[in-house]
């Protein structure tokens, strides 16, 4: 059974950067797309980047585009998501995820989901 565990959440004034990791173990991590995922109290889970496979494609949330950046490591088995400009609206818990030939903004596609990390952006 494939496990994801992240870190790199924590508290930053606005405008600073923090770089989340995403550590999978179980099975071949370079076969699967890669998802990050974020939830604020009261809200719905929402998209924020995805990542194919081999890292050549990727996709992006509006609301992050240029400021937040996916890239995977396959020799670590780990994920990343660099998040720069950062605004008290991108916290929220963050998750990653994944799926086999997939890396989409729709949630309900990723089976497998890690137990998420907290990121405050104070303003």
């Known amino acids: 059974q494939v496990q994801l565990v992240e870190s790199g959440g924590g508290l930053v004034q606005a405008g600073g950067s923090l770089r989340l990791s995403c550590a999978a173990s179980?099975?071949?991590?370079?076969?699967?797309?890669m998802g990050w995922f974020r939830q604020a109290p009261g809200k719905e889970r929402e998209f924020v980047a995805a990542?194919?496979?081999?890292?050549?494609?990727?996709n992006y949330a509006n609301s992050v585009k240029g400021r937040f950046t996916i890239s995977r490591d396959n020799v670590k088995n780990t994920v990343y998501l660099q998040m720069n400009s950062l605004k008290p609206e991108d916290t929220a818990v963050y998750y990653c995820?994944?799926?086999?030939?997939?890396?989409?903004?729709?949630?309900?596609?990723?089976?497998?989901w890690g137990q998420g990390t907290q990121v405050t952006v104070s303003s």
């Open positions: 179980g099975r071949t991590f370079s076969n699967y797309g």
């Open positions: 995820a994944t799926n086999k030939n997939y890396w989409g903004p729709d949630k309900r596609l990723y089976p497998v």
């Open positions: 990542i194919s496979w081999a890292g050549g494609n990727t």
